[in-house]
C-alpha cells in the first residue's frame, strides 16, 4: 500500500479456485488489509480454476474491458501476474498499472528487474525443507514441537530484487546466491 498513499483500485486474480493457500491468502491477507483502509477498494476478484498466466491474460482482459480506473492488479501468484503483465502490455497500459505476484518464481524475479511487476514473495524451498527435516527429528525423538509451524516469506521488489539471498538461487543454505538476472 506504500506505492499508492492515497488508496487505489484494485483488481485480485484469484486462484487456483479451493487451493487452501489461495483462500489463506486472499481471506486472511488481502480482505482485511483493504477492510482496514476505504481508501483502498477491490474492483473485483476473478476465480481462475488453474494459476496459469493464461488465466492471469485472460482474466485480466476482461477487468480492463470491464474497469477503466485499475491502478493495480494483485495476483496469487506470479504466473497469474505474469498473465496479467501480457495483457496490460497488449492494452499499452502496463506503464498505468502496476502487478503484484507472489511466489518468487525467477520469471517473476525477472518481471521485477525488467519493471514489468512491483512486488512478489519468496518462499525459500530449502529454507522449509530445512525446517521439515528439523521437526521431523523431533517427532521421531519424541521431543515436543509445534503443531504449525511458519516460515515468513521474504518480500522482494524492485528495490532488494538483486540482493536478496537465497539457496533456491545456487549456492548453499550457508552461503547462497542472489537472483541473477537476464540480460
Same mark, same amino acid.
Given at each position: 500500500?506504500?506505492?499508492?498513499?492515497?488508496?487505489?483500485?484494485?483488481?485480485?486474480?484469484?486462484?487456483?479456485?479451493?487451493?487452501?493457500?489461495?483462500?489463506?491468502?486472499?481471506?486472511?491477507?488481502?480482505?482485511?488489509?483493504?477492510?482496514?483502509?476505504?481508501?483502498?477498494?477491490?474492483?473485483?476478484?476473478?476465480?481462475?480454476?488453474?494459476?496459469?498466466?493464461?488465466?492471469?491474460?485472460?482474466?485480466?482482459?476482461?477487468?480492463?474491458?470491464?474497469?477503466?480506473?485499475?491502478?493495480?492488479?494483485?495476483?496469487?501468484?506470479?504466473?497469474?501476474?505474469?498473465?496479467?503483465?501480457?495483457?496490460? +502490455?497488449?492494452?499499452?497500459? !502496463? /506503464?498505468?498499472?502496476? #502487478?503484484?505476484? =507472489?511466489?518468487? &518464481? @525467477?520469471?517473476?524475479?525477472?518481471?521485477?528487474?525488467?519493471?514489468?511487476?512491483?512486488?512478489?514473495?519468496?518462499?525459500?524451498?530449502?529454507?522449509?525443507?530445512?525446517?521439515?527435516?528439523?521437526?521431523?527429528?523431533?517427532?521421531?525423538?519424541?521431543?515436543?514441537? +509445534?503443531?504449525?509451524?511458519? !516460515? /515468513?516469506?521474504?518480500? #522482494?521488489?524492485? =528495490?532488494?530484487? &538483486? @540482493?536478496?539471498?537465497?539457496?533456491?538461487?545456487?549456492?548453499?543454505?550457508?552461503?547462497?546466491?542472489?537472483?541473477?538476472?537476464?540480460?
Amino acid at each position: 500500500m506504500e506505492d499508492f498513499p492515497n488508496g487505489a483500485n484494485v483488481v485480485y486474480l484469484y486462484g487456483p479456485v479451493g487451493a487452501a493457500h489461495a483462500d489463506i491468502q486472499y481471506n486472511q491477507g488481502v480482505v482485511p488489509t483493504f477492510a482496514a483502509d476505504p481508501k483502498y477498494k477491490i474492483l473485483h476478484k476473478f476465480e481462475s480454476k488453474t494459476d496459469t498466466a493464461a488465466d492471469g491474460l485472460a482474466n485480466t482482459e476482461d477487468a480492463l474491458t470491464k474497469f477503466d480506473n485499475i491502478d493495480a492488479i494483485a495476483c496469487t501468484n506470479d504466473d497469474l501476474a505474469l498473465g496479467a503483465i501480457r495483457a496490460l +502490455e497488449a492494452a499499452g497500459r !502496463l /506503464d498505468k498499472v502496476k #502487478v503484484y505476484g =507472489n511466489s518468487g &518464481l @525467477t520469471s517473476g524475479m525477472q518481471a521485477i528487474v525488467d519493471g514489468k511487476m512491483f512486488f512478489t514473495n519468496l518462499k525459500s524451498q530449502p529454507l522449509i525443507a530445512v525446517e521439515a527435516v528439523k521437526l521431523g527429528i523431533k517427532v521421531l525423538n519424541g521431543e515436543p514441537y +509445534e503443531k504449525k509451524n511458519f !516460515l /515468513d516469506p521474504i518480500s #522482494v521488489n524492485p =528495490n532488494n530484487v &538483486l @540482493t536478496v539471498r537465497d539457496a533456491v538461487f545456487g549456492g548453499t543454505l550457508e552461503n547462497p546466491s542472489t537472483f541473477q538476472p537476464k540480460k
